[in-house]
C-alpha cells in the first residue's frame, strides 16, 4: 500500500474508509439477498393460482357514465 502514496497528490492521515470490514459487510449483505431472491422464486414458483370464471357482469365492468344513463332511464 506504501507504494500508491507517491501515486496521491495529497494523503489525509484521519481519512475514514470503509476498508475490508465495509467491504465484507457489503458482500454478506448481496449474499443474503441472493440467497432470499433465490428462495422467494422458489417458493413463488409453487404458488398455484386459478382465476374464477368471468361473468356477463364482470365482463363489462360499469362506468360513472353508464350508472349515470342507467338512472337517467329510470
Same mark, same amino acid.
Given at each position: 500500500?506504501?507504494?500508491?502514496?507517491?501515486?496521491?497528490?495529497?494523503?489525509?492521515?484521519?481519512?475514514?474508509?470503509?476498508?475490508?470490514?465495509?467491504?465484507?459487510?457489503? /458482500?454478506?449483505?448481496?449474499? /443474503?439477498?441472493?440467497?432470499?431472491?433465490?428462495?422467494?422464486? =422458489?417458493?413463488?414458483? =409453487?404458488?398455484?393460482?386459478?382465476?374464477?370464471?368471468?361473468?356477463?357482469?364482470?365482463?363489462?365492468?360499469?362506468?360513472?357514465?353508464? /350508472?349515470?344513463?342507467?338512472? =337517467?332511464?329510470?
Amino acid at each position: 500500500m506504501t507504494h500508491l502514496v507517491p501515486l496521491a497528490k495529497e494523503v489525509d492521515e484521519n481519512k475514514v474508509t470503509p476498508g475490508v470490514l465495509g467491504f465484507v459487510v457489503f /458482500a454478506a449483505m448481496a449474499l /443474503a439477498v441472493w440467497v432470499l431472491m433465490k428462495s422467494m422464486n =422458489r417458493h413463488m414458483g =409453487r404458488v398455484e393460482f386459478k382465476e374464477p370464471p368471468e361473468t356477463d357482469a364482470d365482463a363489462r365492468p360499469t362506468t360513472t357514465s353508464d /350508472a349515470d344513463s342507467e338512472a =337517467r332511464r329510470g
